[in-house]
Each structure stands twice: as C-alpha cells, then as structure tokens.
C-alpha cells in the first residue's frame, strides 16, 4: 500500500505544481502579448481551467468505476503533461494558450477525481484517513512549490516553467505506467457501475449550508488574490515572477508551518469554530495589509499573514463538514470540492473586473469577504445548535 500512497501522492504533487507553476508566470506572459487586457486574460484562462476540472472531474469518476482507475489516471497524467508543452510552444499566441487551459483542465480532472477515489480503494476504513492525509499533504505541497518552482524557471524565458513541468508529468506517466496497479477489480466495476449515483449536492442542507458557503468564500478571495496580486505588484512596486513566486512560497510555508504546529496540536473537537474566527480575521487583515505594502518584502510578509490565517481556516471547515454531515463521506467531500471549484472559476472573472475599476479594489473586497463569512459562521453555530437541540 505504501508504494501505491507514494506514487498517487506524487501524481498530485505534480499536478498541483502545475496550477501553482502558472500563478507568477501567467500575468508576465499575457501583459507582454496584450498589455491592454492583462487582467481579463488571466483571469479568463485560471478561469477556464477550474471550469473545465469541475464539469469533467464527475464524468472521468463514472468513467472511471467502469474502466477501472488506472487507465484514466494515465490519461490524465499524459493529458497534462501534453497541455503545458503546448502553452510552452504557444509563444505570444493566445488561442494555444487558452486551448493548453482547457486541456489542462479536463486532464486534472481525470487525475484528482480518481487519484482519491484511488486511495479509498486501497486503503482500509482504519487507515483511510492516514491516505487521505497524503492527498492533503500532495496537494498543499504542490501549491506551495509551484509558484516558486515556476518563478525560479522564469529567469532562463518565462516559457521555461511549462516545459519543465510538462517534462516532470511525462516522467510521472513512466514511473505510473512501470508501478501503479489497478485498484479497481472487474468485478467490483460491475457493481458499482449499477448502484445509484447520489448527487453530491444532496450534501448542501441543514447547518452545513452556511459552512459550505463560507468554504466558498474562503476559495472565491483567495482565487481574487492569486489571479490579481502580480498584476497589482507590477504596478506598484515592479515585482517580477520570480519574487512573485517566491511570495507565495514563503505564504506556503507560512500556512504548513501553523497547520503542522497548531491545527495538528492544538485544535481539539469543538474549538473548530474558535479557530475559524480567528483565521478570517487574520485573512483580512493580510488583504487590507497587502494594500499598504510599498516593497516586495513587506507584500511578501503581509502575504505570509495572509496564509496564516487561511490555514487555520480550511482544515478547520474539512473537519466540520466531517463531523456534522449526514450524508456519506464521500458525497460531502465532493461538494467540498465542488465549492472550491466554483469559486477558483468565479473569484478570478471578479478579480479581473474589480482590477479594471482600480488596483486596490479586489483587496478591500476579498478583505471584506472574509469578515462577512464571519456572518456565515455564526449562522452555521446557531443553526447546529437549534439542530442538537431539537434531537435531544
């Protein structure tokens, strides 16, 4: 089991280093094809990819359950690998661009859906959640390198990111292709394919209600924040793609750092909501800090602030949902995504507008969104308290 874990959460790893690759790099390349309209392109192409992911990540699971998982995830993986050597060969034309997104998409898609779906096959109900917190650490260390890793490679050609990552998913296909068994055998194929697929929005009721929107919200700012924060930086204090990369690597680490020593220890069932509080509070004080920032380092601090109350945040709500869902695991967890891929399509669509009116403005917004969660919040504790109660 632990050679599958190791190579389904290095699968991730490079699949996330993908969408982290493109955050210092994106805005660079499209402001020197199309100054003009910088801000609608990015947002437009980080857009297009999480609606494609979200659209296509249920088709490629049902495919999945029939097929079995291996073959998809090495669609997936070839897919993607072959995207970003398109977006590396596109040079200044944004029709490759925007086509290297849509396949980027739908290939990560086929990926994440069944890496997970993957790994609760192979794992037991005991250690289920040990291989779940393998897919968590894959994805949040790939957030956490891609920027970086993308920034570094910007200074041979602001191309060279995609290459790279194009040539790390290709080796990730050959090492998969040599190892990764099929954890889906025919004949539970065919049972699973004739049971009822639940939808996974039948999960969107009760208390939970209020905590999946604010699991929106949280994922909406952020998405504001990644899609406008180089294009803002340019202008203010001339940040390149290597000191955006570097930016949100040290906000990465930031956010490791509190879940490692402080979500992990101290957080204990029934502080969740304390917690939550208190990291929308620090969120907002990082969007409306980011607007004070004169130089590269002190954004980068006001960004690591950021992250800091963001990662106390988003394991907090995982684990609410966890424990309040009268649904199954699975249905809540796939609205979970659900709302995180709705707001990675919305907030960089809003971003782009909001950056068009005035620089500051997506901040003061995103800051805004975060206090207003704290509504959210409260709502969701009040209902959950009438709903005890009424089961006493």
Same mark, same amino acid.
């Given at each position: 089991m632990k050679s599958k874990l190791a190579i389904v959460g290095l699968m991730l790893f490079t699949i996330f280093i993908g969408f982290g690759i493109i955050i210092p790099v994106l805005p660079q390349l499209v402001s020197d094809v @199309?100054?003009?309209?910088?801000?609608?392109? +990015?947002?437009?192409?980080?857009?297009?990819?999480?609606l494609m992911s979200f659209i296509l990540s249920p088709v490629w699971g049902r495919l999945s359950e029939s097929i079995g998982r291996r073959p998809v995830i090495m669609i997936g993986v070839l897919g993607f690998s072959i995207s970003f050597l398109l977006f590396g060969l596109s040079g200044d034309n944004l029709v490759l661009m925007y086509a290297s997104r849509v396949l980027g998409g739908l290939f990560s898609g086929a990926v994440v859906s069944c890496i997970v779906?993957?790994?609760?096959?192979? =794992? +037991? $109900? $005991?250690d289920r959640t040990k291989g779940m917190a393998v897919v968590g650490m894959s994805i949040?260390? !790939?957030? =956490?390198?891609?920027? !970086?890793? !993308?920034?570094?490679?910007?200074?041979? @050609?602001?191309? +060279?990111? #995609?290459?790279?990552? *194009? !040539? &790390?998913?290709? *080796?990730? #296909?050959?090492?998969?292709? &040599?190892?990764l068994e099929e954890s889906l055998p025919p004949e539970r194929r065919a049972s699973r394919s004739r049971a009822a697929k639940p939808s996974r929005w039948i999960a969107f009721q009760g208390p939970l209600k209020a905590l999946y929107v604010l699991a929106f919200f949280v994922t909406f700012s952020l998405a504001i924040l990644e899609s406008t924060l180089q294009l803002y930086g340019m202008d203010k204090y001339d940040v390149t793609p290597k000191q955006i990369g570097l930016m949100f690597f040290f906000c990465g680490l930031a956010g490791a750092l509190i879940q490692g020593g402080v979500v992990r220890r101290r957080v204990k069932k029934g502080q969740e909501g304390a917690y939550i509080a208190l990291g929308l509070v620090i969120s907002a004080a990082g969007f409306f800090l980011l607007l004070t920032a004169n130089s590269w380092g002190l954004a980068t601090v006001y960004l690591c602030i950021f992250g800091i109350g963001n990662s106390l945040i988003k394991p907090c709500v995982t684990s609410l949902i966890t424990q309040k869902t009268t649904v199954g695991q699975g249905i809540a967890s796939g609205l979970s995504s659900s709302m995180d891929s709705l707001g990675r399509i919305v907030g960089p669509l809003l971003g782009a507008g909001l950056l068009a009116i005035t620089g500051w403005l997506p901040f003061v917004v995103s800051g805004a969104l975060s206090l207003a969660a704290l509504g959210l919040l409260a709502q969701f504790r009040s209902m959950d308290k009438r709903a005890a109660s009424s089961r006493a």
């Amino acid at each position: 089991m632990k050679s599958k874990l190791a190579i389904v959460g290095l699968m991730l790893f490079t699949i996330f280093i993908g969408f982290g690759i493109i955050i210092p790099v994106l805005p660079q390349l499209v402001s020197d094809v @199309s100054a003009d309209s910088a801000n609608w392109h +990015t947002g437009a192409m980080l857009a297009v990819y999480s609606l494609m992911s979200f659209i296509l990540s249920p088709v490629w699971g049902r495919l999945s359950e029939s097929i079995g998982r291996r073959p998809v995830i090495m669609i997936g993986v070839l897919g993607f690998s072959i995207s970003f050597l398109l977006f590396g060969l596109s040079g200044d034309n944004l029709v490759l661009m925007y086509a290297s997104r849509v396949l980027g998409g739908l290939f990560s898609g086929a990926v994440v859906s069944c890496i997970v779906a993957y790994v609760a096959d192979i =794992t +037991t $109900e $005991e250690d289920r959640t040990k291989g779940m917190a393998v897919v968590g650490m894959s994805i949040g260390l !790939g957030f =956490t390198f891609g920027p !970086g890793f !993308g920034g570094f490679l910007s200074d041979i @050609s602001h191309h +060279t990111p #995609f290459f790279a990552a *194009a !040539g &790390l998913s290709f *080796a990730v #296909f050959i090492a998969a292709l &040599l190892k990764l068994e099929e954890s889906l055998p025919p004949e539970r194929r065919a049972s699973r394919s004739r049971a009822a697929k639940p939808s996974r929005w039948i999960a969107f009721q009760g208390p939970l209600k209020a905590l999946y929107v604010l699991a929106f919200f949280v994922t909406f700012s952020l998405a504001i924040l990644e899609s406008t924060l180089q294009l803002y930086g340019m202008d203010k204090y001339d940040v390149t793609p290597k000191q955006i990369g570097l930016m949100f690597f040290f906000c990465g680490l930031a956010g490791a750092l509190i879940q490692g020593g402080v979500v992990r220890r101290r957080v204990k069932k029934g502080q969740e909501g304390a917690y939550i509080a208190l990291g929308l509070v620090i969120s907002a004080a990082g969007f409306f800090l980011l607007l004070t920032a004169n130089s590269w380092g002190l954004a980068t601090v006001y960004l690591c602030i950021f992250g800091i109350g963001n990662s106390l945040i988003k394991p907090c709500v995982t684990s609410l949902i966890t424990q309040k869902t009268t649904v199954g695991q699975g249905i809540a967890s796939g609205l979970s995504s659900s709302m995180d891929s709705l707001g990675r399509i919305v907030g960089p669509l809003l971003g782009a507008g909001l950056l068009a009116i005035t620089g500051w403005l997506p901040f003061v917004v995103s800051g805004a969104l975060s206090l207003a969660a704290l509504g959210l919040l409260a709502q969701f504790r009040s209902m959950d308290k009438r709903a005890a109660s009424s089961r006493a």
